[in-house]
């Protein structure tokens, strides 16, 4: 039971963490990044390099930070630019953006999955419950990165004018912001959020080229669900995952590996506002 | 003659194929108001969006303090010193009133004081702070665009409409404000009125928009112009 | 017509001759990769039809491909090969992809559903799909797949000729579905899905059919596959191949039919060719190569050689090669007494104390009126009165919050704007939301759609079109630019096409949102005289909201006016024209009182 509990608030924390740079990105620049995968992928080969340099594994997280945001800064001004009027095409060419990070990674590191080494080993006990350090370590990262978007949102000048893009982007330029700042700083952001969220998730399990794709489709629903709000994404973190952990557990892990999809295109068509005020 | 703070001339534009402006010429001087009268669908918020960058110029020149901007993007244009109340969606509904006024400036500088000024008008904006924009009545939302704009110390300020739905008091107290910051700073102000009263109680000059061209212009010192604009707006 | 229906029809018979030849010229290892290359880009077209023509872009074809590879290796596999199996699993394969084809449609489109959406659904279908046969263990054969059953006993090249002349008929029939008036109107809704709605064409029930359609097709393409290797593997159904079959459309030009289809072949033939000595350079090539189509050609790469041809061709030849090539429909009478409320006695529009707000802010609140045939009944008010919201309410039956609606007596319940097209009310709209690329007679046909029907592999040689319509469109000269492309037109003569269009649909009720805005001085003089001569002659119930005041005087029977989303006054224009409290909130100066 309390194993459970612990499942579904740790499989929460992990996809809250997963689809907040696509929530920022699209809330920012209306585009769906397609991409995000490949993101997830930079962010995981980057805890490997970390890992084979033999450097403390905590380095991990800023080194895939730093790597996503450097190939986001490059991706938003050769690819993202031309795109802002045509939202679909922004689609497939993040989309293809995906394969060719995906084929780089084949490239130079190889197809084969590889392990990274977890900065927290070890199980402890909670409430008589032996449960794994690092799941629950990810429930205080993703706490961590939910803290620092907040803060970044509400606390700095920045923050202030992407928010004023977000709503009402005519006014926002007719107050003097230059919103295509607004925009390359957010894809950066993002993007740097979507790596720092694949270094978190590599130790659970293990890294290849097309590790992000899986998360992909997930990370989509839910932020489809939750209106571009960082509250209702945490709300339809919780709910739909764990929606996935009971079924998982219950009926079967296969079944329980579509119940996010399922559930949130039922929800959005039913009522479109998904997880939000609408 | 010192130069033109804005120096609009032969200005066409509109939206796609369809011309709202036609051949339109106007020039702003430092210090002064000016008032641009107009029914509705006549021009007069699309000439506004025009200098702002927002609608591009289909033909004729717009110039800034000199500057030629007719082709600069809105957000640059905006940098330049001025100060745009638009006419529809005029805040940041879900931003709190604090906010919506620190994003009248380009940065934090300078704040404090402008607050310090501008609650000196309208001492409820220094009050409410905290609250959404979103949840104050119509009359507010109007005071805090003012605020926003006198916030800095812009050399133009370009207010689309600001009278429409406002009772009478507060028309009256706005020219006021508007009056004193004019003597305070000498900033040119641009506004776009069907309230001829209120225009005139304000301005040294202004103009009459008729389905995009200027069918009337004048001082608004003229003894018959109000009579005579009145009527050319009259139902 | 006939001089493209020959060019069609020689380039479709070289096909089938290269497609009878092909094994006799071409080495077996090609023979037997092309084979597959015609299988997925019969495939490739029907994203193409969706993507390209219709605006649905999918990723879901590669699921509705892999359902009918398993309909044929599961049936294959545990009922044995016989003609009646290989006929069942076929007609298996159908009825599951239309069945979930349906459903997908179903949770896409809905009125006001964004078209990113579709996107993700669809791109969730193959992974869904995949994860099934996963679970499906050693029945579905899990990762690995199914293998080595029974199947037709057909040559390697029996299946090329098969395959090709397959492909090549499927393409003609599609050439012929695109450019008929049903395929115009798949471009009309991807143009612009709101005025369609309008016009009476209920959109998502149409996407989902050419969903389900699309969806058969792709089946019957997996199913020959699955017919021709003896193997069916998840690989065939997931999304790797569904985003693949959208990157050769988007290389090859999407909305060109032709270019998809050589695209698929061209690249697949070539990846079988390559991916054996450079496996993930190719890939990252192709992926390459599609950003940057995507980004600089967004069109593609055919219509970007066919241009150049195009161009040396009449620089060869001094003519244009692009000359439009589909005759105009002839114009003739409509039938009459179509309209709703012949008859009744009820007045043509009655509304009851509706209400419009958004969260707490009331937009209109209690309106009231009625209003009969032959009144032409102008609204004004100042802006942020609610008038375009009243013929927002008036014209969709989900936007109101409260009150009613009735039409000669019918009240209008909860239903989509094409919904109220049926009950005799017909909308303009401010801007001039036509169709970009269609010509004038195809935008006048797609208004009578809901009357006449639309071909599906055809043009309608006869454009029926009402008095009414057929006078606007000459007193503006609109019939002499009936093949024009409609973004071609000047502003003056969209408006005319606009007001066609509505009146096209045979109303009885005519809501016009500033028919009049941007137009000269004389332009608005000829709407305002054929405004007043329709509603005389044929009675029509017409409410126009204008700007211009001096307008609506001339024209109007009557005035509401709206003010802050309550009806101000109610009268005739005598009475609207003399009150001081209209004069007062227009013109400001005193603000007194009752106003507020």
């Given amino acids: 039971m309390i194993a459970l509990a612990l499942d579904i608030i740790t499989t929460a924390a992990i996809l809250f963490a997963v689809a907040a740079g696509l929530l920022i990105i699209l809330g920012v620049l209306k585009i769906v990044n397609f991409a995000h995968g490949g993101f997830l992928t930079i962010g995981g080969y980057s805890a490997l390099v970390v890992t084979q340099l033999g450097w403390s594994p905590w380095l991990a997280y800023p080194v895939a930070a730093l790597a996503g945001m450097v190939m986001g800064a490059v991706v938003e001004r050769f690819v993202i630019r031309p795109l802002y009027d045509r939202p679909l095409d922004a689609i497939l060419a993040t989309w293809g953006l995906g394969i060719i990070i995906g084929q780089l990674i084949t490239i130079i590191f190889g197809r084969e999955i590889q392990f990274v080494q977890t900065p927290i080993a070890g199980a402890t006990s909670v409430i008589g419950e032996t449960y794994s350090l690092y799941r629950l370590f990810l429930i205080v990262a993703a706490a961590a990165v939910a803290a620092g978007i907040a803060a970044l949102l509400n606390a700095t000048r920045l923050g202030l004018e992407a928010r004023a893009v977000i709503m009402n982007e005519p006014l926002a330029r007719g107050l003097g912001i230059n919103s295509g700042h607004v925009r390359f700083v957010t894809f950066c952001f993002g993007a740097g959020l979507a790596s720092l969220a694949g270094a978190l998730i590599t130790p659970l399990s293990s890294v290849d080229p097309n590790m992000g794709v899986p998360w992909l489709v997930n990370a989509f629903m839910l932020v489809l669900v939750s209106s571009v709000s960082l509250t209702s994404l945490a709300a339809a973190a919780l709910a739909l995952g764990g929606a996935q952990v009971l079924v998982s557990s219950f009926v079967s892990p296969v079944i329980g590996g579509l119940t996010i999809v399922v559930l949130a295109a039922l929800l959005l068509r039913i009522r479109p506002a998904g997880f939000g005020r609408g | 003659m010192s130069q033109a703070v804005l120096d609009v001339a032969d200005l066409c534009s509109g939206y796609g194929e369809a011309m709202i402006l036609r051949n339109v010429s106007l020039a702003i001087r430092p210090g002064e108001i000016f008032a641009l009268l107009g029914k509705n669908g006549m021009g007069k918020s699309t000439l506004l969006k025009t200098v702002l960058g927002f609608v591009p110029a289909g033909k004729g020149s717009i110039r800034l303090f000199g500057e030629d901007i007719t082709a600069l993007p809105t957000h640059l244009i905006a940098r330049k010193a001025i100060a745009y109340t638009p006419q529809e969606q005029t805040l940041f509904q879900d931003l709190t009133v604090e906010e919506n006024l620190r994003l009248g400036l380009r940065d934090d500088r300078g704040f404090a004081e402008g607050l310090e000024r501008v609650s000196g008008y309208f001492p409820i904006v220094g009050k409410r702070l905290g609250q959404k924009a979103g949840t104050l009545s119509g009359g507010e939302q109007k005071m805090l665009i003012v605020c926003r704009a006198l916030l800095g110390t812009p050399r133009l300020v370009l207010i689309d409409e600001i009278s429409e739905g406002l009772q009478p008091s507060m028309i009256e107290r706005l020219a006021e404000i508007l009056l004193a910051e004019r003597a305070r700073t000498g900033m040119a102000i641009f506004v776009v009125e069907q309230n001829v009263p209120f225009a005139f109680s304000l301005a040294d000059r202004y103009a009459v928009l008729k389905i995009g061209e200027i069918a009337d212009s004048g001082t608004t010192g003229d003894a018959l112009a109000a009579s005579r604009v009145q009527e050319q707006l009259r139902v | ?596």
């Avoid at chain 3, 290796?73 to 007609?91: C, H, K, M, R």
């Avoid at chain 3, 942020?384 to 319940?413: H, N, P």
């Avoid at chain 3, 909201?545 to 009806?567: A, M, N, P």
């Fill in chain 3, 1 to 596: 017509m006939s001089g493209r229906l020959a060019l069609a029809g020689s380039i479709a018979g070289l096909c089938v001759v290269a497609a009878i030849a092909g094994p006799y010229v071409l080495d077996s290892y090609t023979v037997n990769i092309l084979v597959r290359s015609f299988l997925y880009a019969a495939t490739a077209l029907t994203v193409d039809i969706l993507w390209g023509y219709a605006g649905i872009l999918t990723f879901g074809q590669a699921a509705f491909f892999g359902i009918g590879a398993y309909a044929a290796g599961i049936t294959f596999t545990y009922l044995d090969f016989s003609p009646q199996n290989a006929v069942l699993a076929l007609l298996a394969g159908l009825a599951v992809s239309a069945a979930v084809a349906a459903v997908t449609g179903w949770i896409s489109f809905f009125h006001g559903a964004s078209p990113l959406y579709v996107a993700i659904v669809t791109l969730a279908m193959p992974i869904i799909f995949v994860q099934i046969l996963y679970s499906g263990g050693t029945f579905t054969g899990s990762s690995s797949g199914l293998v080595g059953y029974n199947t037709f006993d057909l040559s390697v090249e029996s299946w090329f000729t098969i395959c090709g002349v397959g492909l090549v008929v499927l393409t003609t029939v599609a050439w012929f579905f695109v450019n008929s008036d049903f395929g115009r109107m798949l471009v009309a809704i991807r143009e612009n899905e709101q005025r369609c709605t309008y016009l009476g064409i209920n959109a998502p029930r149409i996407k989902i059919l050419l969903m389900v359609v699309m969806a058969m097709i792709a089946s019957v393409a997996g199913y020959a596959y699955a017919g021709y290797t003896v193997v069916v593997a998840p690989e065939i159904g997931s999304f790797v191949f569904g985003t693949e079959l959208v990157m050769w459309v988007a290389l090859g030009g999407r909305g060109t039919l032709i270019g998809p289809v050589l695209g698929t072949i061209v690249i697949d033939v070539t990846t079988a060719y390559l991916s054996g000595n450079l496996p993930f350079v190719w890939k990252l090539i192709i992926g390459s190569i599609f950003v940057l189509v995507i980004v600089a050609l967004p069109q593609g790469i055919i219509p970007v050689v066919r241009t150049a041809l195009g161009r040396m061709w009449s620089a060869a030849t001094g003519r244009s090669a692009m000359a439009s090539s589909f005759t105009v429909p002839a114009i003739v009478d409509a039938r009459a007494g179509r309209r709703a409320g012949a008859g009744s006695d009820a007045p043509a529009l009655d509304v009851a104390d509706l209400t419009r707000s958004y969260g707490s802010l009331k937009v209109l609140e209690g309106v009231t009126f009625k209003a009969l045939g032959s009144e032409l009944l102008g609204i004004i008010g100042p802006n942020g009165a609610g008038k375009t919201t009243l013929m927002r309410c008036l014209s969709d039956g989900y936007e109101r919050t409260g009150g009613t609606v009735a039409a000669f007596g019918q009240t209008i319940a909860r239903v989509p704007p094409h919904g109220v097209v049926g009950f005799g009310i017909g909308r303009s709209f401010q801007t001039t939301s036509l169709f970009e690329t269609l010509t004038v007679a195809e935008c006048l046909t797609l208004a009578r759609y809901r009357l006449d029907g639309a071909g599906m592999m055809s043009r309608m040689p006869e454009l029926a079109l009402p008095d009414s319509a057929r006078h606007v469109i000459a007193a503006t000269g609109l019939d002499r630019e009936m093949e024009i492309e409609c973004r071609h037109l000047s502003h003056g003569m969209k408006r005319a096409l606009e007001l066609a269009m509505v009146l096209a649909l045979e109303p009885s009720v005519l809501l016009l949102d500033e028919p009049t805005a941007g137009l000269t001085k004389p332009e608005r003089t000829l709407i305002g005289n054929i405004l007043v001569e329709l509603v005389q002659r044929e009675g029509l119930c017409t409410l126009i909201i204008e700007h211009d005041l001096d307008f609506v005087r001339d024209i109007s029977t009557r005035i509401i006016v709206l003010h802050q989303g309550k009806v101000l006054l109610d009268g005739s224009v005598a009475e609207v024209v003399g009150s001081e409290l209209v004069r007062t909130i227009y013109a400001g100066g005193e603000h007194k009182g009752a106003a507020r």
